[in-house]
């Protein structure tokens, strides 16, 4: 009885530790708006790994962005796509997995379009995606996030239409 109650209260210790270390874990099939708007609202820039996208919102007409940062020779970088759908953003393509070299710096150009092998061949690029990065090192982890906000020409013209800019 005793090791079964040590046991619930490990795993108890490791959810409340997951919680407040992350606030999104890569496995997650689903993280709610809400959710990020937390990460939003509480990222500390300063301790970022990513060097770009520099900041945690970025909107672009491309529908590839470049994410790069640094580390230390060794580590690996888990990414995970999520594109919005309805409230939350559901997980979007297969993790991409880097290991740094020497000179412990990464780079990769990353798609907006779905890769899901059940998305359609001609996906669309999502309207927003969050980008969760995960540094590794020496068995433990630290998050990074973005969030990529796509437009296309036609709707940015259109905007600035109506606007009047153009």
Known sequence: MKKISLMLLIMA?????ATL???ADPGDKAISTKKVEDIQKNINMDKSFVNKPKD???STVNDTVVVSGEGKEGDRVLITLYKKSGGEF???SDKIELSLGALGVFTKEISLKDSNPAAPKEAL???ETLI???????G????????IKYSDEKEVKETLKAIRLI
């Open 13 to 17: 210790l490791v959810s409340i530790s």
């Open 21 to 23: 270390t992350g606030f």
């Open 56 to 58: 945690f919102l970025l």
């Open 90 to 92: 559901v997980y979007m």
């Open 125 to 127: 690029a999502s309207k």
């Open 132 to 138: 969760v990065l995960e540094l590794i090192r020496s």
């Open 140 to 147: 433990s982890s630290t998050y990074d996030y973005r969030l």
